[in-house]
């Protein structure tokens, strides 16, 4: 779903009991953002789902560069 909302972008996610949920997002999109508004690009992707199916959401939104240097 985050894939498919920011074009370019790699989306891990995962679940250990289906309600807390962790996200690894690398976009390039990202770069210039503040940690804030890249967090505010994912749940614009996620939509009503946030809140809804997705109770709690651990984020980290990084940029390609960063990714590769082990953010």
Do not use: N, W
Request: with cysteine; glycine share 10%.
């Amino acid at each position: 779903m985050i894939e498919a909302q920011l074009p370019g972008c790699t989306a891990r996610v995962s679940s250990p009991d289906r309600v807390h949920y962790e996200a690894l997002v690398v976009s390039p999109a990202f770069a210039g953002k503040r940690p804030l508004q890249r967090h505010q690009m994912i749940y614009r992707a996620l939509g009503e789902r946030m809140g809804g199916d997705i109770h709690a959401l651990s984020i980290r939104a990084l940029t390609p560069e960063e990714h590769a240097h082990g953010g």
